[in-house]
């Protein structure tokens, strides 16, 4: 079977922002505590933050990094995590019932940012609070001194602002689980006003809205016309959130999860627009789409008020890591629109890395195709009209047997192919023709592929799913021509 398609500068969709390979890091489970930060780990640093989450971050390539939460926010009092940590005040964390003791708080984040190298994005509880205490954390993290809450960051240690450009007016506000849940029209009203008032403090943030918190959500759309309506004007970004398992074995429409967050990804963008139009706005609305990934471990309410339990510590397989590779197609494919993204989350919790307590820290089978996507998709997005076989779905009818999407650098020349084979027992030949780009020539393709689709890494056999050099394709009349194992991600790069 064959599927071809073509690249060429001309058709280009747009720049690919660095803000979309972002992350999350949750007060949930051991992402904080146990993950960033192990202050009795050996390897942890003098702030108590494990070196080789660090390390591992930086090798991610990871831009941004989302935090306090996450369902976690919506009964957050970030006044808890700031000053003396044996004065910080222990409370129940209600989202996930753990005992929350604060020992990290906004300054220990902001810290951890810059010696991550990535740019913090804030949330702001409008759960059970409200426009006084969103703006005056604003003040504590950006206003430069002479204030109240400025002068008390400075006297806890941090004399320049942090600074926190992004910052995310609450979370999943659509969703009945949440803490303080709210209607479309009240949260659209309360983020509204908590948006000017932010503003106020410094004018120079970008805020995103809650969008809903997945497709499936009875208001989705409705969510988002009705909070845009009342927030367009204040707001540079409405979030997207979805999750992605198989669902009574069914690994082939798994494969074509993507197709969901395409359709996910087009509708919010057409709601936007549909605002826009309405409100005879000039400014396009773009999409933050912060919470992405697999996820199997369903939230129980089985559990103690202890600190950082074990939860939602997903073993991903081969399988997880080509779907990962898909998402990250999507993403990349609406380039121009989507231009903020984090995967959800950084480590531990539905993470592509896993420590062990006091020991090493591994890379899970996601981390690969994000580190090759966040690598190599730079520059711009092109067009590429595939065109090839169709493989059936239950849950999308016949679907692309290729997932493809492909960047042009122009900056360093280089172009790259992301390629998923949707198939799970087919190989596919791709043919692309790069007659547009002068004298290309492939320099490598690499690919996550195997027999076994449950292959999984471990902390004992941490690189049994791990990409693979393939021969060197060839391009020939203008033809590159290369195959496709099934069930695989490919990166074939150009030069
Ligand atoms: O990422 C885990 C949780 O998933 C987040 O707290 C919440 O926003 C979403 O439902």
Same mark, same amino acid.
């Given at each position: ?21 972002? !992350? =999350?890091? $949750? ?15 050996p ?9 080789? &989450? ?45 005992l ?66 992004i910052?995310?007016?609450?979370? $999943? ?15 659209? @009203?309360?983020?509204?006003q908590?948006?000017?008032?932010? +503003? ?6 970008? %805020? ?11 208001? *989705?759309? !409705?969510?988002e016309?009705?909070? %845009? ?9 409405? !979030? ?13 429409? =798994? ?9 996910? @990804? $087009?509708?919010? @963008? ?8 309405? /409100?005879?706005?000039?400014?396009? &609305? ?15 309410? $089985?559990?103690?008020?202890? /600190?950082?339990?074990?939860l ?5 397989s ?13 993403? %990349? ?16 919790? @539905? ?20 580190? %090759?996507? =966040? ?5 711009? /997005? ?8 169709q493989?059936?779905?239950?849950? *999308? ?16 020349? !280089? ?25 290309? +020539? ?24 791990a ?29």
């Amino acid at each position: 079977k064959k599927a071809s398609l073509t690249l060429d500068p001309a058709f280009r969709i747009g720049a690919v922002d660095p803000r979309v390979r972002g !992350s =999350f890091v $949750e007060h949930l489970g051991r992402c904080v505590y146990g993950g960033i930060y192990e202050p009795d780990h050996p390897g942890a640093d003098e702030d108590g933050f494990r070196a080789d &989450v660090l390390d591992l971050t930086r090798e991610l390539g990871v831009t941004t990094v989302r935090y306090p939460g996450g369902n976690f926010v919506s009964g957050y009092q970030w006044e808890d995590g700031i000053g003396p940590r044996a004065e910080r005040p222990h409370r129940l964390d209600l989202a996930w019932k753990t005992l929350e003791t604060n020992e990290v708080g906004v300054d220990e984040f902001a810290t951890w940012c810059r010696k991550a190298g990535v740019e913090p994005m804030m949330a702001v509880n409008l759960g059970t609070r409200g426009v006084q205490e969103a703006a005056a954390l604003v003040e504590y993290c950006n206003h430069p001194a002479g204030t109240y809450w400025s002068d008390l960051r400075a006297k806890y240690g941090a004399k320049d602002p942090h600074d926190i450009r992004i910052w995310c007016l609450g979370n $999943e506000m659509d969703g009945p689980w949440q803490i303080a849940h709210k209607t479309a029209r009240d949260y659209g @009203i309360l983020a509204n006003q908590t948006a000017k008032a932010m +503003r106020l403090v410094d004018p120079n943030l970008e %805020l995103v809205a809650c969008g809903s918190s997945n497709r499936a959500m009875p208001t *989705f759309g !409705s969510w988002e016309a009705e909070v %845009l309506e009342h927030t367009y004007d204040v707001v540079d970004y409405v !979030s997207l959130h979805s999750y992605y398992r198989p669902k009574d074995g069914d690994f082939a429409s =798994f494969l074509a999860s993507g197709v969901d967050m395409d359709a996910m @990804i $087009e509708s919010v @963008i057409a709601t936007c627009d549909y605002v826009k139009a309405k /409100t005879r706005s000039k400014k396009s &609305v773009n999409l933050s789409y912060d919470e992405w990934n697999v996820w199997y471990h369903v939230p129980g309410d $089985e559990r103690e008020w202890v /600190t950082g339990p074990a939860l939602f510590e997903d073993q991903y397989s081969l399988a997880d890591a080509v779907v990962v590779g898909s998402l990250l197609n999507s993403l %990349l494919r609406r380039a121009d629109r989507v231009t903020m993204a984090c995967f959800a989350q950084l480590v531990n919790v @539905i993470a592509p890395m896993t420590t062990v307590p006091g020991g090493p820290a591994y890379r899970q089978s996601t981390f690969h195709p994000m580190r %090759l996507a =966040f690598q190599y998709g730079t520059g711009a /997005t092109l067009r590429v009209e595939p065109t090839g076989p169709q493989v059936d779905t239950p849950d *999308f009818g016949p679907v692309p047997q290729l997932d493809c999407t492909a960047t042009l650098d122009e900056e360093n020349g !280089s172009a790259a192919v992301f390629a998923v084979n949707r198939s799970l027992t087919e190989p596919l030949l791709v043919e692309v023709d790069v007659r547009a780009l002068k004298d290309a +020539r492939a320099v490598e393709h690499v690919a996550l592929s195997g027999d076994d689709r449950d292959a999984a890494n471990t902390a004992e056999q941490p690189d049994r799913v791990a990409p693979r050099v393939q021969d060197t394709p060839v391009v020939e009349d203008g033809t590159l021509r290369f195959e496709l194992a099934p069930m695989s991600y490919n990166v074939v790069r150009l030069a």
